[in-house]
């Protein structure tokens, strides 16, 4: 041991105090505490490793400083353990003593060890054996399983290929020899009226003469034969499937030509079963040849076959295409009574295949004689007899057609027997082509080329051009005065006609309204900005705004309070009528952007008012220069003081009285626009004069003032008493009397401190 019996023990410090004391700082942490970086439970981690514990640390601490912690941390477990040897340090003594013949124990409990891990290593073994051994006879049962389902899959399939109607030992020369010979027979029957074993019924039925009979014989023998073809049919199918999934064995590939014959002659025989049922309109024999061609997973055949024998004359009938430039069933490219007689003669004659194919658990959903039989024979009969019709350079006949053709559409819908029957409807690919030759872009690009150009070309005038009353009546909006706004009435309610909307494309509708409010709204603001600024110029846009007189103005504010009324009013009840089947929010959306078109509208009207403020205060400014006269006539005279009114007063607010009393303001302004009109001018008009009379009175005074100090002068160099006061009016104190009667006459006032006249 490290530490001999015969030294004395480590005298132990005394229990009440600690061998290493910390003393606390100020804060309460020890003052020999480790920083934070050095983490002493590190060293107990058990995948520490001081290379990475030092490399990790170096970036941020110095050699020296690690080496003092660690030589610290060292001193502290050193006096840890000392103090724990003197805490148990009898236990410590006696423990040499207590280790005695341990050798002998250790040996005495590895014998038994040692014996169980040699049984356990043999049984491990034995396992591992019967382990392998059942892997292996796994795998070749395996291998097995697989091998008897191809041995059984062509047994199967040389089962199917040999197999008669009747029996099940021919080979496939047999079968395919006993198909056509039966598929001979079944379609010599309806031609010739007998054949085999019905020869002599038949030849009794002709001795007596009634038709009637040979029709249900015919049903008998159609029935029978449908019947015979949907046998032989889920055979092929199952041929079919057994070459689908093993038609890389040579055993297969040596039948394929064979399979393909028989496919083909069965193909044949049901296609004409399937004619002659159609012919006849023999339901149960079109019910099984129908379930015939859905098991060979063939119903395009089916499909066309019904196109080209049963819609195919109806609807040349209607839209003869054979001979080109020849029209049927109405004038030019119209459509709307062409799709009448074929929706009449659809009902008439395909409603019996079409209740087939969607009987109610049949297996016939898988037909779509909607689409690729008579709506693919009806878009080939337009696209040959009247390619005008998807022409959208006729924007109302091509509307008209568009329209026709939905309800078309949703007349076929109506056959559909669920809404799932619906959707397979809209995506079959004939259906997807029908819908992209109505060309709706270019349909609504001319229309915007239509009701936006003829804005356009109502804006671009020269003038304002005032409209007679019989116009403004033709043009369903009495209230207008001017062209330019009964035209935006009239493109506003273009874009939301019956004969001119596309439902689908309302959101672009929507977006040209809006465009169109946009446009007026800045024609006109641009207008005003150059007429205060005074921009023009050869061929300007804006020469109307300044050749326009207030009276003009008179009509834009009349319009545009009406057109703003209009448009968030009936006009916007009439757009939630057309879209009602929009959902909520959608309305909402649209509601807000009308409205706030029509806000743009009415925010213009103080624009218009402060135009006409500007060019009547324009005309009083040329009244208001003759104050400069008053000066004229005061200065250096002796003219008494004033006792009346100057001459130039009675014209100062002569052009708003005029404007006002004129009769388009009487006629069409509001007694609220009239007062903002006279408010502003007054302020204006007031502010002017005030402007000219101060300046006047501090420049006559600034005269005087200089006159008074050269008088002073002269009168001292010439002796005189300085004393000496003029006791006279002077002519600042004049000219201010003559501005105050004037100011009386130019601004009264009625008891209620309005402005009047």
Not at 396 to 423: I, Q, W
Not at 469 to 478: I, L, P, R, V
Not at 581 to 588: A, G, N
Not at 706 to 712: C, V
Request: with cysteine; hydrophobic share 40%; aromatic share 8%.
């Amino acid at each position: 041991m490290g530490i001999q019996q015969e030294q004395p023990p480590v005298t132990p410090p005394p229990l009440s105090t600690p061998l290493r004391t910390a003393t606390a700082d100020l804060f309460g942490d020890p003052i020999d505490s480790h920083p934070l970086w050095f983490k002493q439970s590190s060293f107990l981690s058990p995948d520490f490793d001081s290379e990475s514990y030092i490399s990790d640390l170096r970036t941020f601490v110095p050699f020296e400083t690690l080496r003092s912690e660690l030589q610290s941390h060292l001193s502290s477990l050193k006096h840890e353990l000392v103090e724990l040897i003197n805490r148990d340090y009898a236990d410590f003594v006696n423990l040499s003593t207590k280790l005695v013949d341990v050798d002998a124990a250790v040996l005495r409990m590895r014998a038994p060890l040692i014996e169980i891990r040699e049984k356990i290593l043999g049984f491990r073994g034995a396992v591992e054996g019967s382990l392998l051994s059942l892997q292996g006879g796994l795998r070749q049962r395996a291998e097995a399983s697989a091998a008897r389902e191809i041995l059984e899959l062509l047994l199967d399939t040389s089962h199917v290929v040999s197999k008669d109607l009747n029996t099940n030992a021919m080979d496939i020369g047999s079968w395919v020899h006993k198909v056509e010979k039966l598929i001979k027979e079944l379609h010599s029957v309806p031609a010739d009226g007998f054949n085999g074993d019905l020869q002599t019924a038949e030849r009794g039925h002709l001795s007596n003469g009634v038709s009637i009979q040979h029709a249900e014989t015919g049903i008998i023998l159609r029935e029978t034969q449908s019947m015979l073809l949907e046998r032989i049919a889920s055979e092929m199918n199952r041929l079919k499937f057994y070459f689908a999934h093993a038609k890389n064995l040579p055993f297969i590939e040596n039948m394929e030509k064979r399979i393909q014959n028989a496919s083909s002659l069965l193909d044949t025989s049901l296609g004409h079963c399937f004619v002659d049922g159609l012919i006849h309109k023999d339901a149960n024999a079109v019910y099984n040849c129908l379930r015939a061609y859905a098991a060979v997973d063939n119903t395009r055949n089916a499909e066309e076959i019904f196109r080209s024998t049963v819609v195919a004359p109806l609807v040349q009938k209607v839209i003869p295409y054979s001979a080109p430039g020849v029209v049927g069933g109405s004038i030019g490219d119209e459509l709307e009574e062409d799709y009448k007689q074929i929706k009449h003669l659809i009902a008439e004659d395909c409603t019996f295949l079409l209740e087939i194919s969607s009987t109610e658990n049949s297996g016939l959903h898988v037909f779509s004689f909607l689409a690729n039989s008579i709506l693919k024979e009806v878009l080939w009969a337009i696209q040959q007899g009247k390619p005008g019709a998807f022409s959208p350079g006729r924007p109302t006949e091509f509307l008209k057609n568009y329209k026709s053709s939905l309800g078309f559409l949703a007349d076929l819908e109506g056959y559909c027997p669920s809404r799932s029957a619906v959707a397979n409807f809209r995506a079959e690919a004939v259906y997807v082509d029908f819908m992209r030759l109505w060309n709706i872009g270019v349909y609504f690009s001319l229309r915007f080329q239509e009701i936006a150009g003829s804005l356009d070309s109502a804006l671009v005038g020269s003038g304002l051009t005032p409209i007679q009353k019989s116009d403004s009546e033709q043009g369903g909006s009495q209230y207008m005065t001017l062209k330019q706004s009964l035209t935006l009435m009239e493109c506003l309610r273009s874009c939301w006609r019956e004969d001119v909307l596309v439902i689908s494309i309302s959101d672009k509708f929507l977006r040209l309204t809006l465009q169109l409010v946009s446009r007026y709204a800045n024609w006109l603001s641009a207008g005003l900005s150059a007429r205060r600024t005074r921009n023009s110029g050869t061929n300007s846009p804006f020469e109307w705004a300044l050749a326009a007189a207030p009276d003009d103005f008179v009509y834009i504010i009349h319009d545009l309070d009406h057109l703003a009324a209009e448009v968030c009013g009936n006009y916007v009840d009439d757009v939630f009528e057309i879209l009602n089947s929009c959902s909520t929010e959608v309305l909402d959306l649209v509601k807000h952007s009308i409205l706030q078109g029509g806000k743009s509208l009415k925010d213009l009207v103080p624009s218009v008012i402060d135009s006409i403020i500007e060019t009547l205060v324009e005309k009083s400014n040329e009244e208001l220069k003759q104050l400069h006269g008053i000066v004229a006539a005061y200065r250096m005279t002796k003219k008494p003081p004033p006792v009346r009114h100057s001459h130039y007063v009675s014209g100062v607010l002569r052009p708003l009285k005029v404007f006002l009393d004129g009769e388009r303001a009487s006629t069409y302004l509001t007694e609220e626009t009239k007062g903002k009109l006279v408010q502003g001018a007054a302020f204006k008009i007031t502010g002017r004069y005030n402007e000219l009379a101060a300046d006047i009175v501090n420049t006559a005074r600034k005269t005087e003032t200089s006159l008074q100090r050269i008088r002073k002068g002269a009168q001292r160099r010439a002796g005189a008493s300085s004393d000496v006061s003029d006791h006279n009016v002077s002519e600042t104190d004049r000219i201010c009397m003559q501005l105050f009667l004037d100011i009386q006459l130019v601004a009264p006032q009625d008891k209620q401190g309005e402005i009047s006249f």
